[in-house]
Protein backbone atom coordinates (compact mmCIF):
# COMPACT_ATOMS: atom_id res chain seq x y z
CA UNK A 1 0.00 0.00 0.00
CA UNK A 2 1.58 3.42 -0.74
CA UNK A 3 2.00 6.05 1.20
CA UNK A 4 -1.04 8.45 -0.57
CA UNK A 5 -3.06 4.76 0.07
CA UNK A 6 -2.20 5.06 3.56
CA UNK A 7 -3.38 8.44 4.45
CA UNK A 8 -6.33 8.09 2.23
CA UNK A 9 -7.52 5.15 4.16
CA UNK A 10 -6.70 6.95 8.01
CA UNK A 11 -8.55 10.14 6.52
CA UNK A 12 -11.99 7.60 5.58
CA UNK A 13 -11.70 5.66 9.02
CA UNK A 14 -11.37 9.39 11.07
CA UNK A 15 -14.38 10.41 9.18
CA UNK A 16 -16.39 7.78 9.59
CA UNK A 17 -15.30 7.25 13.42
CA UNK A 18 -16.87 11.32 13.13
CA UNK A 19 -20.24 10.49 11.33
CA UNK A 20 -20.94 7.15 13.86
CA UNK A 21 -19.99 9.79 17.16
CA UNK A 22 -22.11 12.77 15.33
CA UNK A 23 -24.99 9.89 15.15
CA UNK A 24 -24.76 8.85 18.54
CA UNK A 25 -24.57 12.32 19.71
CA UNK A 26 -27.29 13.55 17.84
CA UNK A 27 -29.56 10.77 19.00
CA UNK A 28 -29.16 10.76 22.25
CA UNK A 29 -29.95 14.17 22.51
CA UNK A 30 -33.07 13.76 20.68
CA UNK A 31 -34.28 11.42 23.22
CA UNK A 32 -33.19 14.23 26.06
CA UNK A 33 -35.67 16.52 23.84
CA UNK A 34 -38.03 14.17 23.37
CA UNK A 35 -38.09 13.54 27.35
CA UNK A 36 -38.56 17.11 28.11
CA UNK A 37 -40.98 17.68 25.64
CA UNK A 38 -43.12 14.29 27.69
CA UNK A 39 -42.34 15.60 30.86
CA UNK A 40 -43.10 19.42 31.39
CA UNK A 41 -42.84 21.02 35.06
CA UNK A 42 -45.75 21.93 36.64
CA UNK A 43 -46.37 24.73 38.49
CA UNK A 44 -50.05 25.51 40.61
CA UNK A 45 -51.60 28.75 38.46
CA UNK A 46 -52.11 30.52 41.84
CA UNK A 47 -49.59 31.10 44.71
CA UNK A 48 -50.95 31.89 48.11
CA UNK A 49 -48.74 33.24 50.85
CA UNK A 50 -48.63 35.32 53.37
CA UNK A 51 -47.77 39.45 52.80
CA UNK A 52 -44.01 39.40 53.53
CA UNK A 53 -43.56 36.05 53.42
CA UNK A 54 -42.08 33.32 51.08
CA UNK A 55 -44.38 31.31 49.07
CA UNK A 56 -44.44 27.34 50.88
CA UNK A 57 -42.53 24.48 48.65
CA UNK A 58 -44.64 23.49 45.92
CA UNK A 59 -45.46 19.86 46.56
CA UNK A 60 -48.20 17.25 45.90
CA UNK A 61 -46.70 14.56 47.87
CA UNK A 62 -49.55 13.58 50.53
CA UNK A 63 -48.25 10.49 52.09
CA UNK A 64 -50.83 9.92 53.95
CA UNK A 65 -50.16 6.60 56.21
CA UNK A 66 -53.21 4.17 55.25
CA UNK A 67 -54.49 5.83 52.24
CA UNK A 68 -56.27 3.29 50.44
CA UNK A 69 -56.10 5.59 47.01
CA UNK A 70 -52.16 4.52 47.70
CA UNK A 71 -49.53 1.73 46.44
CA UNK A 72 -46.30 1.33 48.57
CA UNK A 73 -44.63 2.05 51.57
CA UNK A 74 -45.31 6.00 52.87
CA UNK A 75 -41.46 6.56 53.59
CA UNK A 76 -41.12 5.51 49.96
CA UNK A 77 -38.00 7.50 48.24
CA UNK A 78 -40.05 8.59 45.66
CA UNK A 79 -43.68 9.73 44.59
CA UNK A 80 -45.60 9.23 41.25
CA UNK A 81 -48.97 10.95 41.69
CA UNK A 82 -51.85 9.42 39.16
CA UNK A 83 -54.54 11.79 37.82
CA UNK A 84 -56.89 9.76 35.61
CA UNK A 85 -60.56 9.66 34.80
CA UNK A 86 -62.00 5.81 34.79
CA UNK A 87 -63.76 6.12 31.44
CA UNK A 88 -60.53 7.57 29.18
CA UNK A 89 -59.42 4.89 26.86
CA UNK A 90 -55.89 5.58 27.25
CA UNK A 91 -55.89 5.45 31.51
CA UNK A 92 -56.72 1.95 30.74
CA UNK A 93 -54.25 1.35 28.09
CA UNK A 94 -51.85 2.62 31.33
CA UNK A 95 -53.20 0.20 34.06
CA UNK A 96 -53.48 -2.58 32.26
CA UNK A 97 -50.14 -2.69 30.30
CA UNK A 98 -47.41 -0.54 32.29
CA UNK A 99 -48.40 0.38 36.10
CA UNK A 100 -48.40 -3.58 36.69
CA UNK A 101 -44.35 -3.11 35.50
CA UNK A 102 -43.91 0.00 37.97
CA UNK A 103 -45.22 -1.77 40.34
CA UNK A 104 -43.16 -4.68 40.10
CA UNK A 105 -39.87 -3.02 39.73
CA UNK A 106 -40.39 -0.23 42.19
CA UNK A 107 -43.76 -0.23 44.27
CA UNK A 108 -42.60 -3.62 45.37
CA UNK A 109 -39.47 -3.34 45.86
CA UNK A 110 -39.91 -0.28 47.96
CA UNK A 111 -38.43 2.45 45.62
CA UNK A 112 -41.96 4.31 44.98
CA UNK A 113 -45.14 5.11 45.80
CA UNK A 114 -48.24 5.71 43.68
CA UNK A 115 -51.16 8.38 44.52
CA UNK A 116 -54.48 8.56 43.16
CA UNK A 117 -56.28 11.77 42.20
CA UNK A 118 -59.42 11.69 40.29
CA UNK A 119 -59.62 13.93 37.49
CA UNK A 120 -62.89 13.42 36.13
CA UNK A 121 -62.90 15.13 32.85
CA UNK A 122 -65.53 13.06 30.67
CA UNK A 123 -68.40 14.28 32.37
CA UNK A 124 -70.29 13.62 35.07
CA UNK A 125 -70.84 9.51 34.46
CA UNK A 126 -66.82 10.20 35.17
CA UNK A 127 -67.51 11.44 38.71
CA UNK A 128 -69.90 8.81 39.41
CA UNK A 129 -67.44 6.55 38.68
CA UNK A 130 -64.80 8.02 41.15
CA UNK A 131 -67.03 8.20 43.99
CA UNK A 132 -68.28 4.48 42.98
CA UNK A 133 -64.54 3.65 43.28
CA UNK A 134 -63.69 5.64 46.49
CA UNK A 135 -67.05 3.79 47.96
CA UNK A 136 -65.38 0.47 47.21
CA UNK A 137 -62.05 2.28 49.26
CA UNK A 138 -64.41 2.47 52.51
CA UNK A 139 -64.45 -1.64 52.32
CA UNK A 140 -60.64 -1.61 51.35
CA UNK A 141 -61.30 -2.59 47.65
CA UNK A 142 -60.12 0.33 45.87
CA UNK A 143 -57.36 -0.88 43.60
CA UNK A 144 -59.63 -4.15 43.08
CA UNK A 145 -62.59 -2.29 42.20
CA UNK A 146 -60.25 0.48 39.72
CA UNK A 147 -58.07 -2.55 38.60
CA UNK A 148 -61.40 -4.16 37.46
CA UNK A 149 -63.04 -1.23 35.41
CA UNK A 150 -60.02 -0.56 33.74
CA UNK A 151 -59.86 -4.77 32.53
CA UNK A 152 -63.30 -4.11 30.98
CA UNK A 153 -62.76 -0.88 29.32
CA UNK A 154 -63.19 -0.87 25.70
CA UNK A 155 -59.46 0.17 23.85
CA UNK A 156 -60.52 2.92 22.16
CA UNK A 157 -63.66 4.23 23.07
CA UNK A 158 -64.82 5.91 26.70
CA UNK A 159 -66.32 3.23 28.98
CA UNK A 160 -70.27 4.62 29.86
CA UNK A 161 -70.22 3.08 33.17
CA UNK A 162 -74.13 3.21 34.10
CA UNK A 163 -74.75 2.92 37.87
CA UNK A 164 -75.55 -0.52 37.25
CA UNK A 165 -72.30 -1.23 35.62
CA UNK A 166 -70.55 -0.06 38.89
CA UNK A 167 -72.81 -2.06 41.06
CA UNK A 168 -71.84 -4.89 39.12
CA UNK A 169 -67.97 -4.33 39.48
CA UNK A 170 -68.28 -3.82 43.05
CA UNK A 171 -70.25 -7.18 43.20
CA UNK A 172 -67.30 -8.62 41.26
CA UNK A 173 -64.35 -7.46 43.56
CA UNK A 174 -66.16 -8.78 46.42
CA UNK A 175 -67.29 -5.80 48.25
CA UNK A 176 -68.67 -7.11 51.25
CA UNK A 177 -71.41 -4.54 52.37
CA UNK A 178 -73.24 -4.22 49.46
CA UNK A 179 -76.05 -1.45 50.67
CA UNK A 180 -73.25 0.42 52.40
CA UNK A 181 -71.46 0.92 48.57
CA UNK A 182 -74.90 1.85 47.30
CA UNK A 183 -75.66 4.17 49.74
CA UNK A 184 -71.82 5.72 49.47
CA UNK A 185 -72.15 6.20 45.46
CA UNK A 186 -74.94 9.23 46.40
CA UNK A 187 -72.58 10.40 49.32
CA UNK A 188 -71.85 14.24 49.05
CA UNK A 189 -68.93 13.91 51.03
CA UNK A 190 -67.51 11.34 48.32
CA UNK A 191 -67.97 13.76 45.57
CA UNK A 192 -66.45 16.82 47.43
CA UNK A 193 -63.27 14.81 47.70
CA UNK A 194 -63.02 13.83 43.94
CA UNK A 195 -64.61 17.42 42.77
CA UNK A 196 -61.29 18.38 45.10
CA UNK A 197 -59.08 16.38 43.35
CA UNK A 198 -60.71 17.95 40.33
CA UNK A 199 -59.36 21.30 41.40
CA UNK A 200 -56.15 20.13 42.54
CA UNK A 201 -55.23 19.29 38.62
CA UNK A 202 -57.33 21.90 37.07
CA UNK A 203 -55.27 24.37 39.39
CA UNK A 204 -52.45 23.05 37.54
CA UNK A 205 -53.77 23.49 34.47
CA UNK A 206 -54.33 19.62 33.88
CA UNK A 207 -57.13 18.69 31.35
CA UNK A 208 -56.40 15.03 30.01
CA UNK A 209 -55.69 12.01 31.23
CA UNK A 210 -53.91 10.41 32.36
CA UNK A 211 -51.21 12.72 33.59
CA UNK A 212 -48.44 11.42 36.04
CA UNK A 213 -46.41 13.63 38.79
CA UNK A 214 -42.89 12.74 39.68
CA UNK A 215 -41.36 15.92 41.59
CA UNK A 216 -43.10 18.61 40.08
CA UNK A 217 -42.25 16.99 36.66
CA UNK A 218 -45.39 15.85 34.52
CA UNK A 219 -45.47 12.84 32.45
CA UNK A 220 -48.95 13.33 30.39
CA UNK A 221 -50.62 10.49 28.66
CA UNK A 222 -49.76 6.68 28.40
CA UNK A 223 -46.41 6.82 27.76
CA UNK A 224 -43.98 3.76 26.90
CA UNK A 225 -43.13 2.26 30.14
CA UNK A 226 -38.89 3.38 29.18
CA UNK A 227 -40.20 7.28 29.99
CA UNK A 228 -41.65 6.24 33.22
CA UNK A 229 -38.69 4.09 34.07
CA UNK A 230 -36.61 7.25 33.27
CA UNK A 231 -38.23 9.81 35.00
CA UNK A 232 -38.26 7.49 38.10
CA UNK A 233 -34.68 6.44 37.98
CA UNK A 234 -33.56 10.66 37.44
CA UNK A 235 -35.80 10.87 40.75
CA UNK A 236 -34.22 8.24 42.87
CA UNK A 237 -30.80 9.51 41.78
CA UNK A 238 -31.32 12.69 43.61
CA UNK A 239 -32.64 11.07 46.71
CA UNK A 240 -29.75 11.84 49.55
Do not use: H
Amino acid sequence: MTMKSTRNLILALVIAAVVVLSIIFVGAAAQEDRLKAATPTLTPTTTASAAGQPAPEFTLERRVDGDPMSLGAVDAPVVMIEYSDYRCPFCGVYARKTQPEIIKKYVDTGKLRIEWRDLPVLGEASATAAVAARAAGEQGLFWEFNEAVYAAAPERSKAELSEPELLAFAKTVGVPDMAKFASDLKSPALMALVQADLQEGTSLGLNSTPTFVINNQAIPGAQPLEIFTQVIDEALAQVP
